[in-house]
């Protein structure tokens, strides 16, 4: 699986096109329909599409420059030169005072940001929202006094296997390209790239450099954001991906709404396959659904009636194949109000309303490690029942956990990964931040620290 962080990224803007309307799905029924074109549907595209591009200065370290003697032998010189690593990516104009999404990854670290027009004008940009869970950011772009062509949403819930699409973008940075495909599958949830695993997937020919691009609908519409591509060789091997329609318009909401982070509803339960062996055991014909594991107390599950052991199958009347599934329709639905969810239970249907409310972020604590330690460069954080949600952690889970790692830093040097909690430094107990902070602030010749990975718990012994 290639994902976004691997291909050459490109960007594209769409206009604003004539009022929704149902597209028209139908076998064509002459040879004349057949040779239609799709240049009524490009040329109304193609003016909002946009080129990313995004810099960060970088330095080749080499390890034995950390030596004064080896320097000083060698005649080279303590501070190394910098270079300039440069990106291209692809994004989409959504808004006409300048509001461009593209992906997480094609601005990840930048510490500049331009956006290039289809009429080759440049802008810099700012980054106003940066949604790591959907590998999805908003742009603004600075100084910018004219109204921008856009392109508007398609409903993602109404694509079906077989509709014709566009993917546009900067395939190998030949130039803008429109290739045609058709809807391949949906819901495809088993992909690995984001937290959310729910992608529209398409034979549009898709190549590095169109990741973070564009999928059109036949009405002109954004139908998703071009994630990723499975292939053996790196090039198009007809099996892409695109983020839904209805995903990008939840993020681009709420950076609008001036939000510096997305706002989900919260469900307060962990969710789990069904394999075919718990399929026998509940007496199901199929291994599909979402099995409750475990409701966290007074959470809107909790509330609502949802128990462990209940196998969730529909929410809002759309089934549900297993969790993935259920976390992106979950984490689409507007805040407010509730969600009808249909369980089974003891071989009844029983039907749940969940309010959906923001999971409670307080007691977070979030810090950047900085002393010398093993530990520098990780960002830590108690795991309140926000960090338990984003980090898929089970609500019981006490203790400090890394929530990211530096570029350069000791800690992602020596290994240690994003969602490790820290139970010991030491062998002094980590409780909270502030516990872990105070540990790795001590001079030591050995850090023992034990820590919990994946179920697992692992003990490792570093060097001062």
């Not at 949906?186 to 959310?196: E, K, N, P, S």
Request: neutral net charge; proline residues 6%; glycine residues 10%.
């Amino acid at each position: 699986m290639i994902s976004i962080r691997h291909l050459t990224l490109i960007c594209f803007t769409a206009l604003v096109v004539t009022p929704a309307v149902a597209q028209d799905r139908r076998v064509p029924t002459s040879s004349a329909e057949v040779r239609l074109s799709y240049a009524p549907i490009v040329q109304r595209v193609q003016p909002a599409v946009v080129n990313v591009y995004a810099a960060k200065v970088v330095r080749d370290r080499n390890p034995l420059l950390d030596d004064p003697i080896f320097r000083r032998f060698f005649g080279v010189p303590g501070q190394q030169p910098e270079q300039m690593q440069r990106s291209l990516g692809s994004g989409v104009m959504v808004d006409s005072s300048g509001l461009v999404v593209t992906n997480v990854h094609v601005i990840e670290g930048a510490d500049e940001v331009k956006v290039s027009l289809s009429d080759k004008r440049e802008f810099e940009a700012e980054i106003v929202l940066k949604d790591p869970r959907s590998d999805l950011a908003v742009l603004q772009l600075k100084g910018a006094r004219e109204k921008f062509p856009t392109l508007d949403f398609a409903n993602s819930d109404e694509l079906l296997v077989g509709d014709v699409v566009l993917a546009i973008g900067n395939p190998f940075g030949v130039g803008q390209t429109v290739t045609h495909g058709i809807i391949s599958a949906l819901a495809r949830t088993q992909v690995g790239i984001t937290d959310y695993q729910f992608f529209v997937q398409t034979d549009a020919a898709i190549n590095p450099g169109n990741s973070g691009g564009a999928l059109v609908d036949m009405t002109g519409k954004l139908a998703g954001i071009n994630t990723a591509i499975f292939s053996r060789s790196g090039g198009s091997q007809g099996i892409g991906f695109a983020i839904p329609a209805n995903m990008v318009r939840v993020v681009v909401a709420s950076a609008k709404s001036g939000g510096k982070a997305v706002k989900r509803p919260w469900l307060g339960a962990r969710l789990q396959a069904v394999t075919p062996e718990i399929a026998e055991t509940l007496g199901l014909r199929l291994p599909t659904g979402a099995l409750v594991a475990n409701v966290v107390p007074s959470s809107p599950a909790a509330r609502a009636g949802l128990k462990p052991s209940d196998l969730v199958v529909a929410i809002d009347g759309q089934p549900i194949e297993d969790p993935n599934a259920f976390d992106y329709r979950f984490a689409t639905r507007p805040l407010g109000g509730t969600a009808q969810v249909d369980v089974l239970r003891t071989g009844k249907t029983v039907k749940l309303a969940v309010p959906l409310e923001t999971v409670p972020d307080t007691g977070r604590n979030e810090i950047v490690l900085s002393g010398r330690s093993p530990l520098q460069g990780a960002k830590v954080a108690n795991i309140s029942p926000a960090v338990a949600d984003e980090l898929h952690l089970d609500a019981d889970t006490a203790g400090v956990v890394i929530t990211d790692l530096a570029d350069g830093g000791t800690a992602a040097g020596v290994g240690f990964q994003k969602g490790d909690i820290i139970m010991s430094v030491n062998n002094e107990k980590i409780a909270k931040t502030a516990d872990l902070e105070k540990a790795t602030r001590e001079s030591a010749r050995l850090w023992r620290i034990t820590l919990v990975r994946g179920g697992r718990q692992i003990n490792v012994t570093l060097g001062g």
